[in-house]
């Protein structure tokens, strides 16, 4: 009797192993072993900062593409494309670590209201509604639609300020705040060497007269630091300053003359004697952009 | 910075409406029900009608200031009303005991278990009472029988309702009078037509609801028990009897017609009816349980999210 | 039993604080600000420069591309300078602006009262008047009337309809312009009707003005083909579709153009501006404004010059009273919060309203009860909440298949719901993206 039970069941286990076995290799979907090698040095995040739906999708993409120029996981940087080049025995691409960059000093002090809002407390809405609750119509409206976009907890609204800080650390380049800013503020910068970075931080179109009238800390387009600029990164255009990174040798000659402060230097040691003077406004701080000072860094 | 004008996007104006209105409105509704049976069942139904509601209003309060830890909602009403809706599907001879068992599953699982008003799938007050149902079956289907503002509680006497009747095959039922006004056996709130009637229109007038849920489920139950009445008058009672009786009026009144558990679009709303009717009259007819209602509403609940996406409002222009 | 749309629609109070309120005309400012962006489409394109001379009546910028109007200077005076402004956009646009000297018209325009009936023209030159005066449509969505007017080849306009219904609570300025310029507009219309090639017109007026029906329906007697259809009064039935679906039970499928039902639909002030323009030569640089709000001290309508401040407005009704929290371009459902009382008029203000702080501030937002409201007053029936949901996760499928699109903005829905939640905020957001999405889809 026992015996009998022992057969039968053991021959339906195997029958359905059998059948089983049969359809997974009938039915098997051949994918490329290296993906899931691939996927496996990815962050994991699935931020979707590199373009592609999630880290699976970016990891297919990396095995299917001739080389690996384009492709960049910005969380993972330079370090994890060159993993994936080695487990795909191709050439990774250099890039320069990049960093989210608020460039709007608009500060509660700096910009007086003008008016108030009362409709729901997201940027998008607001800014489809008109230009913001302050002269300016180019910064930031401190909704925090940044804040809420980051996957990493990296950004935040200074309730103080009502700018969004970017704790840099946290920071992995993905430019979900980017995408998610209507007002275009936000800006994916190199690095630099220790961190270290000099950018306008402003996006006021307006000319000199208006912008000043609307933000104390606001770019006026004067020019100064175009002329000071030995080395042609700094470029006016529509009455803003704009630094490009990769000519901008991080002498700092700009940001002492500019007249509002609108060029902001990060994570420097702090100057000379001599040097600070034109810059001694009690204002004058990295620390309203980014809270990592070298320090801790 | 106080001259400073507002700015927000249109529409600069509101109706005024509130949720609470709506709650309280509905609550208004149910006074004639509840006077009525206060009358016919006295000091028993003052009892559970007060238990119930400070039960679900306790219970709401403690598990929004306790484990949700925000801001209680209690003044918007719905509380209250669920409160007095487990009550009015309560017998008043109920122990308080009970009562408090019921509110707990209302509030605790039909209601904040899913994140609070708005969240819900089912009707958190049938959620109570399907629970006591089955959970004390005995203490849940004995009624008193109604009397002249009877001042007793768990001692007086106890009958059946019209249609545990039925059920067993009795054939001597109230007149169409009695249980027109209320005079039978059943839970608290479900007995007088009239005043359930009464609070239908004022919820239409208020513009509280739409006649589309309680109408359709009206008429299918009609039509149905009708049918089987026609082929076979002798197994099958009259379909009066089955609107009059039980809970279908309460039920089609203000249970079918929770905001939360019903589908939105008007379409959607008389399928969901249609639904509610057929589910109570086989349940009703052919079933164990002499009623249906509760059990109809909540499966009609469950398919409600289904019906929503089926059923869409209908699209101006539209195919 | 009075028509009306046959889905959905609210009832707010009417609120007509300054119907029949005479039409003052408003003295000219110092200064005018003439905005370049006054209608849908492309920007005009500025033809004067600083220092210039122009009259009032003289063209400063031209149309600057099909779906475009023509602007004329208001005033006459010198060209201070082309600048920009915060229009009533809440962004600053281009504008001109010009320092009032006088108050000289272009010679070509006929400034007597007297009414001209017969016009001679043909279509075509019916059409081009329009188009120089710069006439755009003037119920507030100013889509350029030339554009309308010239339906795509293969369409056949059957029957024009008049939007005269004013369905805006507090607004009344049509009410105002159809009492005292009734035989004007039924000239108007019969040249609209010319330049379209229709026998028959609808003028559709709400109830809640029987004046005018009256009056409209006792001088439309000697204009053939014009009827005059009282409707029932409901909110949004000044939205096109619906004013179709009210008048000629037709609903315009989602997507397609008042042409693929047989109409063309002209408001009733646009109707008065055709008059001014084919029969005076005059282009548009004033029309009538409600100023109005329950703390202001007097009401009224104004004929006021395009491009005057709107503080001038509230000046002249009273001053801006206390404890006002906003003020409104256009009315209260629809309208525009600006942001201070320099905004200048543009030819699509049909209405300045003054609401008080108590008035201004939203309550705070509640639980979806998922009531229905907003479903059941949809006049598109669409699904509000659901729409707001999706925006709100960014599920732009589910957006477009529910058909985010055809939401008119009417803010029915927001002004139902009972959980005060901002329904109409985010489905305006996502109609913005989906609209994009879709067009991203074509290209």
């Given at each position: 009797m026992i015996l009998i039970a022992i057969i039968s069941l053991g021959g339906i286990g195997a029958v359905g192993a059998i059948l089983l076995y049969a359809t997974s290799k009938k039915f098997e979907i051949h994918?490329?072993?290296?993906?899931?090698?691939?996927?496996?040095?990815?962050?994991?995040?699935n931020c979707g900062g590199c373009g592609f739906p999630g880290c699976s999708g970016f990891a297919n993409a990396c095995?299917?593409?001739?080389?690996?120029?384009?492709?960049?996981?910005?969380?993972?940087?330079?370090?994890?494309?060159?993993?994936?080049?080695i487990i795909l025995e191709k050439e990774a691409s250099k890039t320069d670590p990049t960093v989210a960059v608020v460039r709007c000093n608009g500060t509660c002090e700096a910009r007086p209201k003008t008016n108030q809002y009362n409709g729901v407390s997201s940027c998008a809405i607001a800014s489809m509604l008109y230009g913001g609750e302050t002269g300016c119509s180019y910064g930031c409206l401190g909704f925090g639609d940044c804040e809420a976009a980051c996957d990493f907890d990296a950004i935040h609204i200074n309730p103080e300020t009502r700018l969004p800080e970017v704790i840099e650390d946290k920071c992995t380049s993905c430019g979900a705040c980017v995408k998610a800013c209507p007002k275009n503020i936000i800006e994916l910068r190199k690095k630099g060497p220790k961190s270290r970075r000099i950018f306008v931080s402003c996006v006021n179109k307006e000319k000199g007269g208006v912008a000043r009238k609307a933000c104390t800390n606001a770019c006026i387009g004067c020019g100064k630091c175009e002329k000071e600029c030995a080395f042609g990164a700094i470029t006016i255009e529509n009455n803003l300053a704009y630094i490009d990174p990769v000519k901008c040798r991080l002498c700092r000659k700009c940001v002492v003359v500019c007249p509002t402060m609108a060029i902001h230097e990060l994570n420097f040691p702090p100057r000379k004697e001599k040097d600070t003077e034109p810059a001694v406004k009690p204002q004058k701080k990295p620390e309203p952009i980014e809270t990592t000072t070298p320090e801790n860094k | 910075?106080?001259?400073?004008?507002?700015?927000?996007?249109?529409?600069?104006?509101?109706?005024?409406?509130?949720?609470?209105?709506?709650m309280y409105g509905v609550l208004i509704a149910l006074l004639p029900a509840l006077l009525v049976s206060l009358y016919y069942f006295g000091l028993g139904a003052l009892i559970v009608t007060a238990v119930s509601i400070a039960s679900c209003i306790l219970f709401e309060y403690l598990i929004q200031k306790i484990l949700f830890k925000q801001q209680p909602s209690i003044s918007d009403g719905s509380a209250i009303l669920t409160g007095l809706l487990l009550a009015f599907n309560l017998p008043s001879n109920l122990p308080v005991w009970i009562i408090i068992i019921g509110a707990l599953a209302a509030i605790g699982i039909g209601k904040m278990s899913f994140g609070g008003l708005g969240n819900n799938i089912f009707n958190p007050a049938l959620v109570g009472r399907v629970f006591l149902l089955i959970s004390f079956p005995a203490q849940m289907t004995t009624w008193p029988i109604p009397g002249n503002l009877p001042m007793t509680y768990t001692d007086g006497q106890t009958g059946a309702t019209v249609l545990s009747l039925l059920n067993e095959g009795v054939k001597n039922l109230p007149s169409y009078t009695d249980m027109f006004l209320g005079k039978m056996g059943g839970s608290l709130g479900e007995v007088s037509a009239v005043a359930l009637l009464i609070g239908f229109v004022f919820l239409l007038i208020r513009k509280i609801i739409t006649w589309h849920i309680p109408v359709s489920i009206i008429v299918t139950?009609?039509?149905?028990?009708?049918?089987?009445?026609?082929?076979?008058p002798t197994e099958y009672a009259h379909p009066l009897v089955h609107v009059l009786s039980g809970g279908l009026l309460l039920g089609a009144i203000f249970m079918a017609t929770d905001y939360v558990t019903s589908p939105m679009s008007k379409n959607g709303m008389v399928v969901f009816g249609i639904g509610i009717g057929l589910l109570t009259s086989v349940i009703r007819l052919f079933g164990a349980y002499p009623e249906g209602m509760s059990f109809a509403i909540l499966i009609m609940n469950a398919l409600t999210p289904l019906i929503n996406i089926y059923f869409k409002p209908k699209h101006f222009g539209g195919k | 039993m009075l028509r009306t749309f046959r889905i959905g629609g609210i009832h707010p109070p009417e609120n007509k604080l300054s119907a029949r309120k005479k039409i003052v005309r408003l003295p000219i400012p110092k200064q005018v600000i003439i905005p370049l962006s006054q209608h849908i489409g492309a920007p005009a394109q500025a033809i004067v420069k600083k220092g210039d001379l122009v009259k009032a009546g003289t063209l400063i910028a031209k149309a600057g591309g099909f779906v475009s109007a023509n602007i004329h200077s208001s005033v006459s005076g010198k060209i201070n300078k082309v600048d920009t402004t915060i229009d009533a956009s809440g962004y600053k646009r281009a504008a001109i602006f010009i320092d009032v000297d006088g108050d000289e018209w272009e010679e070509s325009i006929d400034r007597s009262d007297e009414l001209i009936k017969d016009c001679f023209l043909s279509a075509k030159e019916i059409i081009d008047k329009i188009a120089a005066a710069g006439i755009v449509g003037l119920g507030g969505a100013t889509f350029p009337t030339q554009v309308k007017l010239t339906p795509p080849p293969g369409n056949k306009a059957e029957i024009l309809i008049i939007n005269a219904v004013e369905c805006e609570p507090y607004l009344t300025s049509d009410h105002i312009l159809m009492l005292e310029k009734g035989k004007e507009i039924l000239v108007g219309v019969t040249l609209l009707m010319k330049a379209i090639d229709v026998k028959k017109a609808v003028i559709g007026i709400e109830n809640n003005k029987p004046d005018?029906?009256?009056?409209?329906?006792?001088?439309?007697?000697?204009?053939?083909?014009?009827?005059?259809?009282?409707?029932?009064?409901?909110y949004p039935q000044g939205g096109e579709k619906q004013l179709i679906?009210?008048?000629?039970?037709?609903?315009?499928?989602?997507?397609?153009?008042p042409i693929s039902a047989g109409t063309v639909v002209q408001n009733v002030g646009t109707a008065f501006a055709v008059y001014e323009a084919v029969q005076k030569n005059k282009p548009l640089f004033e029309r009538i404004v409600t100023v109005t709000g329950k703390q202001l001290a007097n009401p009224s309508n104004f004929l006021v010059r395009v491009g005057t401040p709107i503080k001038e407005l509230i000046e002249a009704a009273g001053g801006v009273p206390e404890n006002t929290g906003k003020i409104i371009g256009g009315g209260p459902m629809m309208g525009k919060a600006l942001i201070n009382a320099d905004v200048p008029m543009s030819k699509g203000s049909s209405g300045i309203l003054l609401l008080t702080k108590e008035e201004s501030i939203r309550k705070p937002v509640q639980n979806c009860i998922r009531c229905a409201k907003c479903v059941n007053v949809c006049p598109m029936g669409l699904n509000p909440t659901l729409l707001m949901n999706a925006t709100e996760f960014q599920n732009w499928d589910l957006a477009e298949a529910n058909y985010i699109v055809d939401c008119i903005e009417c803010g029915s829905c927001s002004y139902t719901c009972p959980a005060n939640r901002p329904l109409l905020d985010y489905i305006r957001l996502g109609k913005g993206k989906v609209t994009g999405i879709i067009r991203a889809r074509k290209s």
């Amino acid at each position: 009797m026992i015996l009998i039970a022992i057969i039968s069941l053991g021959g339906i286990g195997a029958v359905g192993a059998i059948l089983l076995y049969a359809t997974s290799k009938k039915f098997e979907i051949h994918e490329d072993p290296r993906i899931a090698r691939v996927q496996e040095v990815l962050p994991g995040a699935n931020c979707g900062g590199c373009g592609f739906p999630g880290c699976s999708g970016f990891a297919n993409a990396c095995v299917n593409a001739e080389n690996l120029d384009n492709l960049l996981c910005p969380v993972g940087g330079s370090a994890v494309m060159e993993k994936v080049a080695i487990i795909l025995e191709k050439e990774a691409s250099k890039t320069d670590p990049t960093v989210a960059v608020v460039r709007c000093n608009g500060t509660c002090e700096a910009r007086p209201k003008t008016n108030q809002y009362n409709g729901v407390s997201s940027c998008a809405i607001a800014s489809m509604l008109y230009g913001g609750e302050t002269g300016c119509s180019y910064g930031c409206l401190g909704f925090g639609d940044c804040e809420a976009a980051c996957d990493f907890d990296a950004i935040h609204i200074n309730p103080e300020t009502r700018l969004p800080e970017v704790i840099e650390d946290k920071c992995t380049s993905c430019g979900a705040c980017v995408k998610a800013c209507p007002k275009n503020i936000i800006e994916l910068r190199k690095k630099g060497p220790k961190s270290r970075r000099i950018f306008v931080s402003c996006v006021n179109k307006e000319k000199g007269g208006v912008a000043r009238k609307a933000c104390t800390n606001a770019c006026i387009g004067c020019g100064k630091c175009e002329k000071e600029c030995a080395f042609g990164a700094i470029t006016i255009e529509n009455n803003l300053a704009y630094i490009d990174p990769v000519k901008c040798r991080l002498c700092r000659k700009c940001v002492v003359v500019c007249p509002t402060m609108a060029i902001h230097e990060l994570n420097f040691p702090p100057r000379k004697e001599k040097d600070t003077e034109p810059a001694v406004k009690p204002q004058k701080k990295p620390e309203p952009i980014e809270t990592t000072t070298p320090e801790n860094k | 910075m106080e001259n400073n004008l507002i700015i927000s996007p249109s529409p600069h104006i509101h109706s005024g409406d509130t949720v609470s209105k709506n709650m309280y409105g509905v609550l208004i509704a149910l006074l004639p029900a509840l006077l009525v049976s206060l009358y016919y069942f006295g000091l028993g139904a003052l009892i559970v009608t007060a238990v119930s509601i400070a039960s679900c209003i306790l219970f709401e309060y403690l598990i929004q200031k306790i484990l949700f830890k925000q801001q209680p909602s209690i003044s918007d009403g719905s509380a209250i009303l669920t409160g007095l809706l487990l009550a009015f599907n309560l017998p008043s001879n109920l122990p308080v005991w009970i009562i408090i068992i019921g509110a707990l599953a209302a509030i605790g699982i039909g209601k904040m278990s899913f994140g609070g008003l708005g969240n819900n799938i089912f009707n958190p007050a049938l959620v109570g009472r399907v629970f006591l149902l089955i959970s004390f079956p005995a203490q849940m289907t004995t009624w008193p029988i109604p009397g002249n503002l009877p001042m007793t509680y768990t001692d007086g006497q106890t009958g059946a309702t019209v249609l545990s009747l039925l059920n067993e095959g009795v054939k001597n039922l109230p007149s169409y009078t009695d249980m027109f006004l209320g005079k039978m056996g059943g839970s608290l709130g479900e007995v007088s037509a009239v005043a359930l009637l009464i609070g239908f229109v004022f919820l239409l007038i208020r513009k509280i609801i739409t006649w589309h849920i309680p109408v359709s489920i009206i008429v299918t139950t009609f039509l149905f028990t009708g049918i089987m009445h026609w082929v076979n008058p002798t197994e099958y009672a009259h379909p009066l009897v089955h609107v009059l009786s039980g809970g279908l009026l309460l039920g089609a009144i203000f249970m079918a017609t929770d905001y939360v558990t019903s589908p939105m679009s008007k379409n959607g709303m008389v399928v969901f009816g249609i639904g509610i009717g057929l589910l109570t009259s086989v349940i009703r007819l052919f079933g164990a349980y002499p009623e249906g209602m509760s059990f109809a509403i909540l499966i009609m609940n469950a398919l409600t999210p289904l019906i929503n996406i089926y059923f869409k409002p209908k699209h101006f222009g539209g195919k | 039993m009075l028509r009306t749309f046959r889905i959905g629609g609210i009832h707010p109070p009417e609120n007509k604080l300054s119907a029949r309120k005479k039409i003052v005309r408003l003295p000219i400012p110092k200064q005018v600000i003439i905005p370049l962006s006054q209608h849908i489409g492309a920007p005009a394109q500025a033809i004067v420069k600083k220092g210039d001379l122009v009259k009032a009546g003289t063209l400063i910028a031209k149309a600057g591309g099909f779906v475009s109007a023509n602007i004329h200077s208001s005033v006459s005076g010198k060209i201070n300078k082309v600048d920009t402004t915060i229009d009533a956009s809440g962004y600053k646009r281009a504008a001109i602006f010009i320092d009032v000297d006088g108050d000289e018209w272009e010679e070509s325009i006929d400034r007597s009262d007297e009414l001209i009936k017969d016009c001679f023209l043909s279509a075509k030159e019916i059409i081009d008047k329009i188009a120089a005066a710069g006439i755009v449509g003037l119920g507030g969505a100013t889509f350029p009337t030339q554009v309308k007017l010239t339906p795509p080849p293969g369409n056949k306009a059957e029957i024009l309809i008049i939007n005269a219904v004013e369905c805006e609570p507090y607004l009344t300025s049509d009410h105002i312009l159809m009492l005292e310029k009734g035989k004007e507009i039924l000239v108007g219309v019969t040249l609209l009707m010319k330049a379209i090639d229709v026998k028959k017109a609808v003028i559709g007026i709400e109830n809640n003005k029987p004046d005018a029906i009256k009056q409209m329906q006792t001088l439309a007697a000697s204009f053939p083909g014009i009827e005059i259809m009282p409707l029932k009064v409901q909110y949004p039935q000044g939205g096109e579709k619906q004013l179709i679906d009210a008048v000629i039970r037709k609903q315009v499928k989602s997507g397609a153009l008042p042409i693929s039902a047989g109409t063309v639909v002209q408001n009733v002030g646009t109707a008065f501006a055709v008059y001014e323009a084919v029969q005076k030569n005059k282009p548009l640089f004033e029309r009538i404004v409600t100023v109005t709000g329950k703390q202001l001290a007097n009401p009224s309508n104004f004929l006021v010059r395009v491009g005057t401040p709107i503080k001038e407005l509230i000046e002249a009704a009273g001053g801006v009273p206390e404890n006002t929290g906003k003020i409104i371009g256009g009315g209260p459902m629809m309208g525009k919060a600006l942001i201070n009382a320099d905004v200048p008029m543009s030819k699509g203000s049909s209405g300045i309203l003054l609401l008080t702080k108590e008035e201004s501030i939203r309550k705070p937002v509640q639980n979806c009860i998922r009531c229905a409201k907003c479903v059941n007053v949809c006049p598109m029936g669409l699904n509000p909440t659901l729409l707001m949901n999706a925006t709100e996760f960014q599920n732009w499928d589910l957006a477009e298949a529910n058909y985010i699109v055809d939401c008119i903005e009417c803010g029915s829905c927001s002004y139902t719901c009972p959980a005060n939640r901002p329904l109409l905020d985010y489905i305006r957001l996502g109609k913005g993206k989906v609209t994009g999405i879709i067009r991203a889809r074509k290209s």
